[in-house]
């Protein structure tokens, strides 16, 4: 690998201190840099183009920042086969695979090859008001259904592959990949699903009922969520990257995308010890 493209999130405040180290090191191992910003390639001495000609030009891209930052860089370069490497400027970092003081470690794996690659699936979500089309989005991490201008119940139908599931009176839905599970879904409740998990979360928001629990279903499932009684309009966030009003009428179709995320990781990495040191999981303390 030797086209890197580079995508910081500048509003970091430690940016500044790798942006130097990464240039002196990308030069030392002869990686040519790409940058989407003109005062970072200037910074990093790369070559500045606009984000959507990385999939052509760069074998690999570094996210640096946190999460957010890692879910933008996956957005941007949705359909094209260039792996993530993300190095961690925010504070809690999950999806990152290096923390900032790594950099030295992450550029030398990319030189010999001596890296893991973590493949993390992609939901596809078409939106429609009123059976019309209004608009099609990718997540990575989730797609979740709720919010809105008021405090008032809705109710939300489910289907999937044409079954109608439940219809639920709640504050909301969301369907979460894997790599996602550790996010809003794990606030809700919902189980954490390792990365090799081929399939979805589901999670209701705040249902009014006793019965009612997150499920998983396999990634071959069309899901479906209607918006079947609303008396304000819902906010459907998309890997909270993008935002559409939904209606009462409103309908979410969700699957599996044919695409997928690639991340590289150092050789020692390990999922199970990132949830421990960072989120916490843990076994019995005695
Ligand atoms: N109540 C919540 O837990 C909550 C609320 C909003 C968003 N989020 C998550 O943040 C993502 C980005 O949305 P945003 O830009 O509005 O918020 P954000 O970027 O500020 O993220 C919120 C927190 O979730 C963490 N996070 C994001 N993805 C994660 C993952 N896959 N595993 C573990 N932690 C993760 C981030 O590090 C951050 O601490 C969403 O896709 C959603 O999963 C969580
Ligand atoms: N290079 C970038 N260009 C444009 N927007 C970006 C860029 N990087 C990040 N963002 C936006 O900034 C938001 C915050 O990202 P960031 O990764 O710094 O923090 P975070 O999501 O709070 O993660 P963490 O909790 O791990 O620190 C992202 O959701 C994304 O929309």
Redesign the pocket.
Known sequence: MKNIGV??????PRAGNVLGELRSLAEGHGFKLYA??AGMAKTLGAEHIPVEDFGRKVDMTLAM?????????ARALHGFDVPIMGI???????L?SVGDTEMRQALEAIATKNYKVSTREVAECRIFQNGDPVGEERALNDIVLGWGASSRIVTLKLSIDGELVGSFMCDGMMVSTPTGSTGHSLSAGGPILHPGVGGFGINVICPHTLSSRPLVIPNSSLIEIEVANAAKSLILSID??DEYKVKQGGRIKIRKSPHEVKFLQLAGHSYFSVLAKKLHWRGSSL
């Open positions: 995508i910081v999130n500048t509003k970091r989407e910003d920042g946190g999460d957010g930052t890692v879910l933008y860089t961690n400027l925010g504070s809690l970092g999950f990152t909270g990257q």
